[in-house]
C-alpha cells in the first residue's frame, strides 16, 4: 500500500515538475507586468521543437536542452521588446487579442515547417527505460523531471530569497509604483525577467514533451493548464506556483487512479474549490493578500 | 435578313449540343486541412487526384458523351458538424453539385443525412466510422470501415491465439465507446476475460496512471484505441517506459500505427499487434499502382493510409455509376448503381453492401516489425469480408 502511494506520488509530482517548469514564467509576466500572455505555451512549444529538431539530428540531449532554452529565451526577448512592452497598461482586451494572435502565428509556422504530425524529442537511452528503485522498477525519465524539477525550482527560490535581483523583483511585484520610485529601472527587470520565464518555459516544453506531447496545436490545447497554474498558485507568485503545479499534478493522477471517468472533470472542480477557498490564490504575494 | 437571323440561330443550336455533349459533373468535397484533423483533406485530395491522373478526368456516359468529373474542395476547419452543414449547403445550391464526399468526422458525416435526402443528393463517406451513419438517409454509400469491424475482428483473433486476459484502455468519444464495446463481445465470446477498463480524456497525452493501473492487473495484452497522432504515440511510450513490454504484456491497437504515423514512434512500438481494413505496404498490383501515382505526384507527401483508399475507391464507385447513368440521373440511380458493386480495391476485395450501402471487406492483423530498417505493419491474419457487426446486431425493422 506504502508503495503504491508512492507510486501515485511520484506519478503526480513529474507531471507538477512540468507544469512547474512551464508555468513559473508566465506568473511573473502576469503577476508582474499585469500583461495577459496567451502566448506562453508557444515559448514551451517552440524550446520543444528546437530540441526534437537538434536530437533527431544527431545533436547531445543536453546540449539540444541547453539551445532549446537559450532559442526560448532569445525569441522571448525579442517578442517582449517588439510586442509585449507596447502592450503595458494597454487594457486586457488588447493583450488577450495580440498574445492569442501570436500563438496562431506561431502554430501555422511550426505547421508549415515541421508539419501538422507530432514531433518527437529523442530521449537518450537510459531515460527511456523502467529503473530498478528498491521497491519497484519506475520510469528513468519521470525520475528525470523530478530531479531537473526540483533544482529549477532551488535555483529559483536561492535567486528570489536571496538575491538582490530577487529583491528588486518582489519589489516590483508587490508595488511597481513605487519600484519605479525610488529609482528601479523596471523596464530592464521586465525584460530580463520576461526572458527567463521564456526560457524555462523552452526547457520545459523540451522536457516535457514525453508527457504534454509535440504539435502544432500545443500552445493552444495546454496553455489552460498553465493559466490554471498561475491563477490556482497566485499571480505573481512563485512559491504559489510551485504549490499549485504540484498539487494540480497530484490531484489529476490521484483522480485518474481511483475515477477514472471522473478525471477530466476532477482537475477543474479541484481549481473551482482552490478558488472559492483562495480567490487571490493559494501563496498570492503581498501586493494582493 | 431572315435567312441570316435563322442562319444564327441554327449556329447557335450546333454550338449548343456541341458543349452539351460534354457534360460536367461536380462533386464537393467536405473535409477537414486546418486543425487537429488537417490531415484528411489533404490525404483524401491527394488520392482522388492520383486516381485522376491514371483514370482521367473524364468518364464516358451511357450514351457515349464525355462527361467531365470536376472536384470542388471546401476545408470543414476541424470544426463542429454546423460547419461541414453550412459547407453542404453552399455546395448544394451555390455550386451545384451533385453528389457530396468527404467527411472525416462521424458528426460531420451525419450532419449531412437531412440535405441528402432534400436535394437528393449522394454522399460518399470517405472515412467517417460510427456504424449508424450510412441508416441516416438513403442516399449514403461508406468506402471506409465502420469501428466494430475492428473491434470485433481484434477481439476474436486475440482469443484465439493465446491471450487470456486483457485491459482495455479507450478513448472517452463515440468511435472508441464502439471499439470497447466490440472488442469486450467478442474477446469475452470466445473465451476470453477482461481484467480492467478504462476510458481517457479524448486528447489525454499523459497516461501514466493508466499504465500503472494495467500493470498491477497482470492481464496478457492491453487493448488500446485512441485517436491517431500525439495520444497513441504517448500511450506507446508510456506503455514501455513503465515497464509493461519488458513483463511480456502485449499491446493491440488499431488505426493508430498507420504507416503515417509510424516514423513518430520510437522502435518501442516493434511488436505492437494491430487490427486495420488497409495494410499500406500490401504488395496487390491495385496497391502498387494506387502508391506509385502518389508518391509520383506528391513525392514524400504521398504516403497512402485509410483516407487514401477511402477516397481512391469513392472515385472507382462514382465513376462507374456515372458511365451507367451519366450526368445529371436521380441520385437514387447512382446509389443504386454502387449497390452490391465489387472491387479490387488497393486494400484488397471489397464491396458495397446491397442492403446497407456499406463496406464489405477483408480485415487483417497485423504486427509492426523493422523491414529494411524502417517500421512498417505486417499482415500475420486476414478475417475475409467482414459485414459490419452492429448492423448484423441491429436490424432494420420493418
Given amino acids: 500500500m506504502l508503495s503504491f502511494a508512492l507510486t501515485v506520488l511520484l506519478d503526480g509530482i513529474s507531471y507538477g515538475m512540468v507544469l512547474f517548469i512551464i ?37 547531445d540531449f543536453f546540449l539540444a536542452l541547453l539551445l532549446a532554452t537559450v532559442a526560448a529565451g532569445l525569441l522571448g526577448a ?35 515547417i515541421f508539419g501538422a504530425f507530432p514531433y518527437r524529442v529523442e530521449f537518450p537511452v537510459y531515460l527511456t527505460q523502467p529503473l530498478d528503485i528498491g521497491f519497484r522498477t519506475y520510469p528513468a525519465y519521470r525520475l528525470f523531471l523530478i530531479l531537473v524539477g526540483g533544482i529549477i525550482a532551488l535555483i529559483l527560490w536561492l535567486l528570489i530569497e536571496g538575491s538582490l ?19 528601479m529601472n523596471v523596464s530592464l527587470l521586465f525584460t530580463a525577467t520576461f526572458i527567463v520565464g521564456t526560457a524555462l518555459a523552452g526547457l520545459g516544453g523540451a522536457i516535457g514533451a514525453g508527457i504534454l506531447s509535440l504539435e502544432p496545436s500545443y500552445a493552444l490545447k495546454y496553455v489552460v493548464l498553465f493559466l490554471v497554474v498561475v491563477i490556482v498558485g497566485g499571480e505573481g507568485s512563485f512559491k504559489g506556483s510551485f504549490v499549485a503545479a504540484m498539487a494540480l499534478g497530484i490531484i489529476d493522477t490521484t483522480g485518474k487512479y481511483f475515477v477514472a471517468a471522473a478525471a477530466p472533470y476532477l482537475l477543474y472542480a479541484a481549481v473551482f474549490a482552490l478558488l472559492l477557498w483562495r480567490p487571490q490564490g493559494i501563496l498570492p504575494p503581498k501586493s494582493l493578500a | 435578313m431572315r435567312k441570316l437571323l435563322s442562319g444564327i440561330c441554327a449556329l447557335g443550336v450546333v454550338a449548343m449540343t456541341g458543349s452539351a455533349s460534354a457534360e460536367t459533373f461536380k462533386i464537393g468535397l467536405i473535409a477537414s486541412y486546418t486543425g487537429a484533423f488537417a490531415t484528411w483533406g489533404t490525404q483524401f485530395q491527394n488520392a482522388i487526384e492520383a486516381f485522376q491522373s491514371i483514370h482521367g478526368k473524364s468518364v464516358k456516359g451511357p450514351k457515349g458523351e464525355i462527361i467531365d468529373v470536376q472536384l470542388v474542395y471546401r476545408d470543414a476547419g476541424s470544426a463542429g458538424p454546423d460547419k461541414a452543414k453550412q459547407l453542404a449547403e453552399e455546395l448544394v445550391l451555390r455550386e451545384k453539385v451533385s453528389m457530396l464526399g468527404g467527411f472525416e468526422l462521424s458528426p460531420h458525416a451525419m450532419s449531412v443525412a437531412d ?48 491471450i487470456k486476459k486483457v485491459y482495455t484502455i479507450t478513448s472517452d468519444y463515440a468511435p472508441g465507446h464502439d471499439a470497447e464495446a466490440y472488442f469486450h463481445k467478442s474477446f469475452k465470446a470466445a473465451g476470453g476475460e477482461i481484467v480492467g477498463a478504462d476510458r481517457t480524456a479524448l486528447r489525454e497525452t ?54 503515417l504515423y509510424l516514423p513518430h514512434f520510437s522502435d518501442d512500438v516493434i511488436g505492437t499487434i494491430s487490427v486495420n481494413h488497409y495494410t499500406e505496404t500490401n504488395t496487390r498490383p491495385e496497391n502498387k499502382i494506387m502508391r506509385d501515382q502518389l508518391i509520383k505526384q506528391f513525392g514524400e507527401k504521398g504516403v497512402t493510409d ?70 512498417q505493419n505486417v499482415d500475420i491474419a486476414t478475417i475475409p469480408m467482414v459485414k459490419d457487426p452492429w448492423k448484423i446486431d441491429n436490424p432494420v425493422k420493418r
Fill in chain 2, 306 to 375: 485509410i483516407a487514401s483508399v477511402g477516397a481512391w475507391d469513392a472515385m472507382a464507385l462514382i465513376y462507374i455509376a456515372l458511365r451507367e447513368h451519366g450526368a445529371s440521373a436521380d441520385g437514387l440511380k447512382y446509389i443504386d448503381a454502387m449497390k452490391g458493386k465489387t472491387l479490387a480495391s488497393p486494400r484488397g476485395p471489397i464491396m458495397i453492401d446491397p442492403e446497407e450501402r456499406d463496406i464489405i471487406q477483408n480485415i487483417y492483423i497485423r504486427r509492426i516489425e523493422k523491414v529494411g530498417g524502417k517500421l
Fill in chain 2, 206 to 259: 499523459n497516461f501514466a496512471v493508466y499504465m500503472e493501473k494495467a500493470l498491477q492487473a497482470k492481464p496478457d495484452a492491453v487493448y488500446m484505441f485512441q485517436p491517431g497522432g500525439s495520444p497513441s504515440i504517448s500511450f506507446v511510450k508510456a506503455f514501455s517506459e513503465r515497464g509493461l513490454k519488458q513483463a511480456g504484456i502485449k499491446l493491440l491497437g488499431n488505426g493508430e500505427f498507420a504507416e
Fill in chain 1, 23 to 59: 508555468s513559473v514564467g508566465l506568473t511573473v509576466t502576469m503577476g508582474l507586468m499585469r500583461v495577459i500572455n496567451l502566448a506562453h505555451g508557444s515559448f514551451a512549444m517552440i524550446g520543444g521543437y528546437v530540441a526534437g529538431y537538434l536530437t533527431q539530428h544527431g545533436v
Fill in chain 2, 115 to 162: 440535405i441528402s435526402k432534400q436535394a437528393k443528393v449522394p454522399i460518399v463517406v470517405m472515412n467517417a466510422a460510427t456504424a449508424s451513419i450510412t441508416r441516416g438517409s438513403p442516399y449514403y454509400v461508406r468506402t471506409s470501415l465502420t469501428i466494430p469491424q475492428w473491434g470485433q475482428a481484434i477481439g476474436k483473433w486475440a482469443a484465439e491465439n493465446g
Fill in chain 1, 78 to 112: 525579442l517578442c517582449e521588446v517588439t510586442v509585449i512592452r507596447p502592450l503595458y497598461r494597454k487594457g486586457e482586451l488588447a493583450q488577450v487579442l495580440l498574445t492569442i494572435g501570436i500563438v496562431f502565428v506561431v502554430t501555422a509556422l511550426i505547421t508549415e
Fill in chain 1, 165 to 183: 535581483y530577487g529583491a528588486k523583483l518582489r519589489a516590483a511585484v508587490d508595488n511597481p509604483r513605487m519600484a519605479r520610485a525610488v529609482g
